[in-house]
């Protein structure tokens, strides 16, 4: 996928790109990688609104208006790895307590959260498998299960046989970022670690979806590399998972790195403007694909979107581990939220926008277990 | 049209016209749909569904089992253990047992599994199930799941929400001349035309979603297709002439030959 599209010609299309390369791309059904870089180019920037009018359409076509909602629970922020632009990373230069929560705690967060209707669930951990190894997750697995009728995790890159056994148990998704897809970046800010293996991670989606995991999430970190080359990669990584991995739904989050280390400030964050033409280009190329947009982003900007191609939001969400019910503010922060409402606040703002929140999409009944 | 009901499985409907409740905004935007659109089989993904907290669901809060059979499906289901299952798990919930066969294995465009389809058929056939399956508008597949006992067939028209109409249509003809079963059009009913166009051929009812659930007016959109598959059924049962290539006068042009 990255060999046929090298930098060189991702760059060139995305750079030459016409106003009238971007009326094509809006008059087709089914777009091709060039039109993609076409609406990912600057020139389609006065095509905003046209473009936000079709990403609605089509949006509605495949999902309705609907929102569905899901909260994560970090359980550990332990990590052996060094990524530059990480709260978690050893070196961050961030305080606050590192923690991995016991049973008990997990059971305690779980509760708190489906107490507000939570049917689905994310399980994080930093990288740091010998503290929170395959054991850990499939225990928390098991746990988030008694509570939620669907459960992923965003954890370090697993073998096949791992993510295996966590579907087995009935794990749902798998959500694992490329971080960029930009391998010379790749390699300067991941500083240590097995996460270092630019190829291991990038295969480790595709593992999962071999593992047996039904819903596969991806996403570049926006602001590690330039946006509109990263974004055009995600959106081909997307459309390879759906060929390889062809029982599993694909979904693309849109992490924009707001919130980094002193050590580390972005310099090509892309702006407002620009993130939602990210978003508009990726829904009008992957119109069947999950979009989530988690609380990184304001309220003001998520309300915005809500219409515009985002299918699944966060809310309510803390990024400490304990940070519900068990530890409350000790504990280090992945990173700050900006969208501080409360799900119920951000469930009624859903339904004023026309769209029916969405708790539950998923049944234990599809396992065995 | 009165004594014109629909029969499945012994049952007997007054309407053609099912409806799916996916994807509509808001519970009330749904019961508007329903109403209007005089369905009484109405179906519900059980993945959706939250069987234990009825009351609260958007989808089961805007239904009234009273009017309407609340058929369950099997959407999300990628293999027949799991539709078997999520079938149990709604008969044991307390809903009828009557379950709408979906095995979608592949969620881009969600094309039916026949091979898994068939197996789950006969599973839940066996089970004490009224099955109606969704399957590919495949005349021979229709007629193996006629053969081991369901109570129907629901052959697709296109993708489901796609709105793109019958383009299966020369495979739905052959089913519906073939079938003992009551076939029925689901999936990819984009506008009331393409259920009227169904019902002309003889499809014994359809099912639509999307193109309710995406229109401005929910209920006025339900009505039109309720219209349009009564006059779909009322033009087949008076009989459609054939369609010819160039005019022809209606009377005849020898009739001075005596």
């Known amino acids: 996928m990255l060999n046929s599209w090298p930098e060189g010609r991702v760059r060139e299309q995305v750079l030459q790109a016409k106003s009238d390369d971007v009326k094509r791309a809006l008059q087709c059904d089914d777009l091709s990688p060039r039109d993609l870089a076409a609406l990912l180019s600057p020139a389609a920037e006065a095509s905003l609104e046209e473009m936000a009018r079709l990403s609605n359409r089509v949006t509605r076509r495949h999902f309705g208006r609907t929102i569905a909602l899901y909260a994560p629970i970090y359980l550990s922020n332990v990590c052996t790895s060094d990524c530059i632009y990480c709260g978690y990373a050893t070196r961050s230069g961030m305080k606050g307590e590192r923690h991995t929560l016991k049973e008990s705690e997990i059971h305690a967060e779980c509760r708190a959260l489906a107490s507000h209707g939570f049917q689905s669930v994310l399980l994080l951990t930093g990288d740091a498998p010998r503290v929170a190894p395959i054991e850990y997750l499939a225990r928390a697995v098991e746990i988030a299960r008694e509570y939620f009728a669907s459960v992923s995790v965003e954890v370090y890159a697993l073998d096949v046989e791992g993510y295996q056994r966590l579907a087995d148990l009935g794990l749902e998704g798998v959500t694992l970022y490329m971080e960029t897809y930009h391998k010379e970046t790749y390699a300067k800010v991941h500083l240590k ?4 293996d630019f190829n291991y991670r990038l295969a480790a989606i595709e593992r999962a979806g071999l593992g047996g995991v039904r819903k596969l999430g991806i996403g570049a970190l926006l602001g590690l590399y330039d946006w509109r080359i990263d974004g055009f990669w995600t959106a081909l990584h997307a459309k390879y998972l759906q060929k390889k991995c062809w029982q599993s739904a694909v979904s693309v989050s849109f992490p924009r790195l707001l919130h980094t280390p002193n ?32 609380t990184r982003e304001r309220a003001g900007l998520r309300d915005g979107l809500i219409p515009l191609g985002v299918t699944h939001m966060s809310a309510g969400s803390s990024t400490r581990p304990g940070g519900y019910a068990s530890c409350g503010e000790q504990t280090l922060p992945q990173f700050e939220i900006e969208d501080r409402r409360t799900p119920a606040e951000v469930v009624s703002t859903i339904r004023s926008a026309g769209y029916d929140p969405v708790w539950k999409d998923f049944d234990h009944s599809f396992h065995g277990v | 049209m009165e004594k014109d009901r629909l029969i499945i499985a012994g049952r007997s409907f007054g309407s053609r016209l099912m409806v799916g409740t996916g994807k509509f905004p808001s519970a ?19 993945r959706r569904a939250d069987l234990s907290k009825r009351g609260a669901d958007s989808i089961l809060s805007a239904l009234d089992p009273s009017k309407q059979l609340i058929l369950p499906n099997t959407s999300g289901a990628r293999n027949a253990a799991e539709a078997v299952r999520l079938a149990e798990m709604a008969r044991a919930a307390g809903l009828e047992s009557w379950v709408k066969l979906e095995l979608t294995p592949e969620p881009k465009y969600l094309i039916p599994d026949p091979i898994e389809t068939l197996v789950a058929a006969e599973k839940l056939v066996k089970a004490g199930f009224v099955v109606l399956p969704y399957i590919q508008a495949d005349p021979v597949l229709a007629k193996r799941l006629e053969e081991i006992g369901t109570a129907a067939v629901m052959p697709l028209g296109s993708p489901i929400g796609s709105n793109r109409g019958l383009k299966t249509r020369e495979m739905v003809r052959i089913i519906i001349e073939q079938s003992n079963v009551p076939v029925v059009v689901d999936a990819g ?36 297709f309720a219209l349009a598959t009564e006059a779909g059924r009322l033009a087949y049962l008076a009989g459609l002439g054939p369609v010819r290539e160039t005019a022809e006068a209606s009377s005849p042009l020898t009739g001075f030959l005596g």
């Not at chain 1, 670690?193 to 270092?196: A, D, F, I, L, V």
């Not at chain 2, 935007?29 to 089989?41: F, G, P, T």
């Not at chain 2, 359809?206 to 006025?220: E, G």
């Open chain 2, 28 to 46: 009330k935007a749904l019961r508007d749909a329903v109403i209007a659109s005089k369905s009484e089989i109405v179906t519900v993904a059980l």
């Open chain 2, 189 to 224: 009913l984009g506008a009331p035309s393409h259920a009227a166009e169904a019902m002309e051929m003889g499809a014994d009812a359809v099912l639509v979603n999307t193109a309710l659930a995406d229109a401005n007016d929910h209920a006025a959109m339900a009505k039109a």
């Open chain 1, 193 to 196: 670690g097995r996460k270092k």
């Open chain 1, 263 to 294: 050590r580390y400030p972005v310099e090509g964050l892309p702006s407002d403007r620009e993130f939602v033409q990210l978003i508009l280009a990726m829904r009008l190329f992957l119109p069947e694909v999950g979009f989530n947009l988690s």
